[in-house]
């Protein structure tokens, strides 16, 4: 009997859901739901994700299963199949990485077309977007999409408004897939022990869990996190979050701030939630300085910032 653990995978689906860590089971249950409208298919990528790997999945209802993956950038294969469950047992043996997981299968390869000649980016352009894309992989919450979008995104602080973007999309992609392997290199020297980051966020699931809605790096400053923080509140009492300033402070160095309070504006509910707060920090292995004010911030300080990226 398979003992059905959760799979480092994140998938995304047409209808845009996005389904992160789950089990075999369940990855089995979306194979088998797709094909009506609006979902007709599943991208899986694994956790971290490696440029270049991923699988997919397309069908529509009466049709067959269009399963296909790639391996490399000059590694794509395809398949046809009409059981799901074939289907489901394919891509779990993909996610968790089996010996022989593809075998019994007639692949067939799927041309790509010739590669793509991306021009070298001039030096000094490149050594500003190479820093700008390693702050924000030394913090850890972007995808590879989102860190694309911020280099192509990317202009001198004097450029005129209306001049050109020095970097294309493939520049980009290039850049940006070269240090997300350069950090992935860097987290395998960390091995499996737990880090910080994965004691703030127990932390944070926790209190999630008990009613205190726990957001980390959301939104962009303190009171855009406050204004927004009210959408996330689905029923609970209370809030905790970080945004993002915070998260590049931490990375640094410095440490993290917590910002809190409660739904009904009360300083009576936001003290309560500030002690609820640091009590779910004990034990954790991480410290918290609070003087019980509850127009001040919580700091969690020492910190060794080792943010496991996913993507």
Known sequence: ????????????????????RIRAARLRELVTRIGGADDHFLVVQRIPDIPDAFAQVWHEEGGEYRLEYRAAADAFFGTDLDDPHRVADLMTGWARQEPGWDAGVAWEPIDLGPEEDVAELPDGVRQRVERLIRKRLCCGYDSRNTLVEIAEEYRDADADADAERPVSRAQARQLVDRLWLERLAEQRNWGEETTDPDRLTRVFEVLDA??????????????????EIGAEREGARGFVFFHRQSTEAAAEGHGLMLHYGGFDGSQETTTAVGHEVVAAFAGSGLSTEWNGDPGRAIAVAPLNWRKRLEG
């Open 210 to 227: 008990a009613g205190v809605t726990a957001r980390e790096n959301f939104a962009c400053c303190r009171g855009c996190g406050t204004a």
């Open 1 to 20: 009997m398979e003992i059905d653990g959760d799979l480092a995978i994140k998938v995304k689906t047409e209808n845009g859901q996005t389904h992160t």
